[in-house]
Structure formats: C-alpha cells, structure tokens
C-alpha cells in the first residue's frame, strides 16, 4: 500500500497552490497550516531548494469525529498535503492516505473514518489530476 495519492499539474506554481486549495475546499477540508520549505531551508541553513510548500488541510467535523474515536489521534492531524515543483511548468501536489498513516492504530472504528478522509482527499487530488478548474 502507497502512503499517499498524487497529480501532476501543468501549472505555475502559485497556481497549482490555489488550485490546491481550492479542490481541497470543494471537499470540505480547510487549510489550517502552510510551510514553505523552500523560504524555510533558505531562511535556516542557507540551502537552496525547490519551491515546496506543505498545507496542511483539515476538515473540521471529520478531525472532530476522529478525536472522539482516539484521542491522540491529534499526532497525526492535520492531513499533509504537498505542493513541489517536479519541473518546468510541471507541480506534483500529493496528499497523504489516511487510512495508511492510521494503520498502526488498533481501531476499526477510525480505520472507517479515515477511509472516509481518503475518499475525499483522493476526489480532491482526482481534480487536480483532471485539470478541473475549480
């Protein structure tokens, strides 16, 4: 089993971010969090690197259900998704598989709710791999 879905994008990378977003909002996820690896490496140890950005998306009333059925579950919240370019005129944005990263944990009940998340993450990266606008 892979640990996560992905998409590439003909697209500029600003617009592969809003893009990203903006997929991931049609599914009821909210980004809560965004780093920028490339101005954080740059910034810290003085490396160059690629534009990199990792958003991390949320959605509200799935977190919510989940932190009811485990209640360190918050480790590994919220959903990573990344936005890196893959090349000229070419982002690659992957999102993690839920069900995946919450293998180690000995809960059927949050095994179901993450195959939820996935379904959702995965119609939103399906989008982006489309080239929907959305």
């Not at 160059?48 to 949320?58: E, K, N, S, V």
């Not at 209640?71 to 598989?97: F, H, R, W, Y």
């Not at 809960?107 to 993450?121: D, G, I, S």
């Amino acid at each position: 089993m892979t640990y996560y879905m992905a998409a590439q994008l003909k697209a500029a990378f600003d617009d592969a971010i809003a893009r990203t977003e903006a997929a991931l909002k049609a599914e009821g996820f909210g980004v809560i969090s965004r780093i920028d690896i490339q101005q954080t490496l740059k910034s810290k140890i003085d490396v160059d690197f690629r534009p990199y950005t990792i958003l991390g998306a949320c959605n509200p009333a799935l977190a919510h259900e989940a932190l009811q059925l485990e209640d360190k579950v918050g480790l590994m919240l919220p959903c990573n998704v990344i936005v890196q370019q893959s090349g000229p005129g070419t982002v690659e944005v992957a999102a993690i598989d839920p069900v995946a990263s919450m293998q180690s944990i000995d809960n059927p009940e949050l095994m179901k709710a993450a195959q939820t998340v996935r379904e959702k993450l995965s119609r939103a990266i399906g989008l982006l791999g489309q080239g929907a606008s959305v």
